[in-house]
């Protein structure tokens, strides 16, 4: 039987939604033993016993991917959920600020979207003192602009509505507003959002860990991973790129891929389907 749109929506959701759940159970269930150094199984393809094949160092390659998808799904969590934050604090009083506080906001989204995204993290990453703290506060800090300026438009849109109207007769607040009515229409926008940008803070973390910024070799991340793994590639270990690379980019599709399901979703016109 044909699949209607809504349910392929649903399945895809499902699908990536597990593939998401299957690594953090994974890196919950694996022994985290099998990182320790051990020379006598160093280099070895993949095989049974080492799905991913292991290391210069003999570390099991599967362990230490999963490890550090973990570490990119705890960085891109923190990092989109502040973004997130400040796209709705400075969007929403752009649009019910005076002119001058939306001109000075609008002046500084463009600021933002201007300046090279890499650059600027690794910018903002020295300044906080480096580490997983500078990851997370670098992309926080560079990737709420196009969402903050999504959320000014919608409230401009729904602040003449009558409800919100007759809500301001009545001698409510702009915070009771933007509590009670405003902030629960636009949420699935801002759910949508929040899932579109978890991609993008994931890859930028990745970006900034490869060029050797941010986190210590010690700490286990996919970028880290990949940096180490280009010194070896030219001795045949085509393993220690390949299966952490495409992990990376499974991982990053499947967020993608839940954010624009749920733009579908969402969709009025849906209802109809």
């Given at each position: 039987?044909?699949?209607?749109?809504?349910?392929?929506?649903?399945?895809?959701?499902?699908?990536?939604?597990?593939?998401?759940?299957?690594?953090?159970?994974?890196?919950?269930?694996?022994?985290?033993?099998?990182?320790?150094?051990?020379?006598?199984?160093?280099?070895?393809?993949?095989?049974?016993?080492?799905?991913?094949?292991?290391?210069?160092?003999?570390?099991?390659?599967?362990?230490?991917?999963?490890?550090?998808?973990?570490?990119?799904?705890m960085v891109g969590l923190?990092?989109?959920?502040?973004?997130v934050g400040i796209a709705?604090?400075?969007g929403v009083i752009s649009?019910?600020?005076?002119?001058?506080?939306?001109?000075?906001?609008?002046?500084?989204?463009?600021?933002?979207?201007?300046?090279?995204?890499?650059?600027?993290?690794?910018?903002?990453?020295?300044?906080?003192?480096?580490?997983?703290?500078?990851?997370?506060?670098?992309?926080?800090?560079?990737?709420?602009?196009?969402?903050?300026?999504?959320?000014?438009?919608?409230?401009?849109?729904?602040?003449?509505?009558?409800?919100?109207?007759?809500?301001?007769?009545?001698?409510?607040?702009?915070?009771?507003?933007?509590?009670?009515?405003?902030?629960?229409?636009?949420?699935?926008?801002?759910?949508?959002?929040?899932?579109?940008?978890?991609?993008?803070?994931?890859?930028?973390?990745?970006?900034?860990?490869?060029?050797?910024?941010?986190?210590?070799?010690?700490?286990?991340?996919?970028?880290?991973?990949?940096?180490?793994?280009?010194?070896?590639?030219?001795?045949?270990?085509?393993?220690?790129?390949?299966?952490?690379?495409?992990?990376?980019?499974?991982?990053?599709?499947?967020?993608?891929?839940?954010?624009?399901?749920?733009?579908?979703?969402?969709?009025?016109?849906?209802?109809?389907?």
């Amino acid at each position: 039987m044909k699949l209607n749109l809504k349910k392929k929506v649903v399945f895809s959701i499902v699908f990536s939604l597990s593939i998401i759940l299957i690594i953090l159970l994974l890196s919950i269930v694996m022994d985290s033993s099998k990182l320790n150094t051990n020379y006598e199984i160093r280099s070895l393809a993949p095989s049974f016993t080492h799905i991913f094949g292991t290391d210069w160092m003999g570390r099991d390659m599967l362990l230490r991917t999963v490890k550090g998808l973990q570490f990119s799904l705890m960085v891109g969590l923190l990092g989109a959920f502040l973004g997130v934050g400040i796209a709705i604090i400075l969007g929403v009083i752009s649009a019910l600020g005076s002119e001058k506080v939306d001109s000075a906001i609008l002046w500084t989204i463009d600021l933002f979207i201007g300046m090279p995204h890499l650059i600027f993290m690794i910018l903002i990453s020295f300044a906080v003192g480096k580490g997983a703290k500078g990851v997370v506060i670098a992309t926080a800090l560079t990737h709420w602009p196009a969402l903050a300026r999504l959320i000014r438009n919608e409230v401009l849109h729904l602040k003449n509505m009558e409800y919100i109207n007759l809500s301001h007769n009545l001698g409510k607040s702009n915070w009771f507003v933007v509590r009670n009515h405003i902030l629960l229409i636009i949420f699935p926008q801002i759910l949508v959002g929040f899932l579109l940008l978890f991609p993008h803070v994931i890859l930028h973390e990745a970006s900034m860990t490869f060029l050797g910024f941010g986190l210590s070799a010690q700490t286990p991340s996919i970028g880290i991973i990949l940096s180490e793994a280009v010194k070896h590639i030219s001795l045949g270990d085509w393993w220690l790129v390949f299966f952490p690379g495409t992990s990376l980019v499974l991982l990053v599709k499947s967020f993608d891929n839940i954010g624009e399901s749920l733009r579908m979703y969402v969709d009025p016109q849906m209802r109809y389907i």
